[in-house]
């Protein structure tokens, strides 16, 4: 039997207080969900270093206070005003204004706009949720890869953050494809588990705040996806292979890059920045086919920490400090 919208319903709401954000269970009248196309009955959740910064004050995510963050969610559809989706379908949505500019994905229920929607065939709203914005991140920043002709006769493929979301599924998704991957983490306590998503080899943080970036180092990589950003990127990218291809995501480090043109113009190493909120539906919805075929992560579950709402306030503060490894979910109606 399809659900239908309550009155009212549990949400996780983040209100500015003063100089802090504090994120409190409430109940959100149903009249209270945003505009949009299709409303669902949300299952499960993923949590986000976006959405840590939209609990944290002057983060810079979000437009106004208050909000129910979440900046993706899978569940199924209970109503729907666009022949695209149907009551009953199983879907996943992130993107846009969801979790930034709307209500989100901590909550029983979400109203989002189509565009932002994609239906599931072969993953469940959990596997979908544990991929969420951090995957497909991931999954986006491998096809550019792929897509410039990168292949693992090229050379070793290097990923930074590699204990984080993005950095974890890029590990699994590149070794799966036959890449020799070295992972980069500053988690000492994550080599084991990048040791099973793949990595060819496990390294500590590739700079430190002392470390001097030269123009060109001593070329070891063919293709990085980078997720931290600032000094790293730098040092990455003078540390390309000639027509060596870089798809950066993160910022983590600074969104400062010290760098110069010098790895551009003498090596032709191509930077290919990564934005998963803001592409179309026909781009959103094609690499969500191949998350569910030939880039469907194989080790998924070495992935996922499941946990309740009632955990969430703590996973955020631990994630936006960079105490989280792999892939958390929030268990919503699932």
């Given at each position: 039997?399809?659900?239908?919208l309550?009155?009212e319903?549990t949400?996780?709401?983040?209100?500015?207080?003063?100089d802090?954000v504090?994120l409190?269970?409430?109940r959100?009248?149903a009249t209270?969900?945003?505009?949009?196309?299709?409303?669902i009955?949300?299952?499960?959740?993923?949590?986000?270093?976006?959405?840590?910064?939209?609990?944290?004050p002057?983060?810079?995510?979000?437009?106004?206070?208050?909000?129910?963050?979440g900046?993706?969610?899978a569940g199924?559809?209970?109503?729907?005003s666009?022949?695209d989706?149907?009551?009953?379908?199983?879907v996943?949505?992130?993107?846009?204004?969801?979790?930034?500019?709307?209500?989100?994905g901590?909550?029983?229920?979400?109203?989002?706009?189509?565009?932002?929607?994609?239906?599931?065939d072969?993953?469940?709203?959990?596997?979908?949720?544990?991929?969420?914005?951090?995957?497909?991140?991931?999954?986006?920043?491998?096809?550019?890869?792929?897509?410039?002709g990168l292949?693992?006769?090229?050379?070793?493929?290097?990923?930074?953050?590699?204990?984080?979301?993005?950095?974890?599924v890029?590990?699994?998704l590149?070794s799966?494809?036959?890449?020799?991957?070295?992972?980069?983490s500053?988690?000492?306590?994550?080599t084991?588990?990048?040791?099973?998503?793949?990595?060819?080899?496990?390294?500590g943080?590739?700079?430190?705040?002392?470390?001097?970036?030269?123009p060109l180092?001593?070329?070891?990589?063919?293709?990085?996806?980078?997720?931290?950003?600032?000094?790293?990127?730098a040092?990455?990218?003078?540390t390309?292979?000639?027509?060596?291809?870089?798809?950066?995501?993160?910022?983590?480090?600074?969104?400062?890059?010290?760098?110069?043109?010098?790895?551009?113009?003498?090596?032709?190493?191509?930077?290919?920045?990564i934005?998963?909120?803001l592409?179309?539906?026909e781009?959103?919805?094609?690499?969500?086919?191949?998350?569910?075929?030939?880039?469907?992560?194989?080790?998924?579950?070495?992935l996922?920490?499941?946990?309740?709402?009632?955990d969430?306030?703590?996973?955020?503060e631990?994630?936006?400090?960079?105490?989280?490894?792999?892939?958390?979910v929030v268990?919503i109606n699932?």
């Open positions: 039997m399809t659900r239908t309550p009155d319903f949400v996780l709401m983040a209100r500015e207080a003063g802090s504090a409190t269970s409430e959100l009248a209270d969900l945003p505009d949009g196309e299709v409303t009955a949300v299952e499960y959740s993923g949590v986000n270093y976006k959405d840590a910064l939209a609990v944290t002057r983060g810079g995510v979000v437009r106004d206070y208050p909000i129910v963050p900046i993706d969610l199924e559809v209970i109503a729907s666009t022949l989706f149907e009551p009953g379908d199983r996943v949505a992130h993107g846009g204004p969801i979790g930034t500019g709307q209500h989100g901590y909550a029983a229920y979400a109203r989002v706009p189509a565009s932002q929607v994609v239906a599931l072969t993953l469940s709203t959990r596997e979908a949720a544990a991929i969420g914005t951090a995957g497909f991140t991931a999954a986006m920043s491998v096809v550019a890869l792929l897509d410039r292949t693992p006769d090229d050379g070793p493929v290097v990923v930074t953050g590699a204990s984080g979301g993005v950095g974890s890029s590990v699994d590149l799966s494809l036959g890449f020799s991957v070295t992972a980069s500053g988690k000492t306590d994550a084991g588990l990048l040791t099973e998503l793949g990595a060819a080899e496990v390294v943080r590739l700079v430190d705040a002392d470390t001097r970036i030269r180092g001593k070329s070891l990589w063919a293709g990085a996806v980078d997720c931290v950003g600032g000094k790293t990127l040092y990455v990218l003078s390309m292979n000639h027509s060596g291809t870089v798809a950066a995501s993160g910022l983590t480090g600074g969104a400062d890059l010290p760098t110069t043109v010098m790895p551009f113009i003498l090596r032709g190493v191509a930077l290919l920045g934005d998963s909120v592409i179309g539906p781009l959103r919805r094609s690499i969500w086919a191949r998350l569910e075929t030939d880039l469907r992560p194989a080790h998924l579950d070495n996922i920490t499941e946990i309740g709402l009632d969430l306030p703590s996973t955020l631990a994630i936006g400090a960079g105490g989280i490894t792999g892939r958390t268990r699932g």
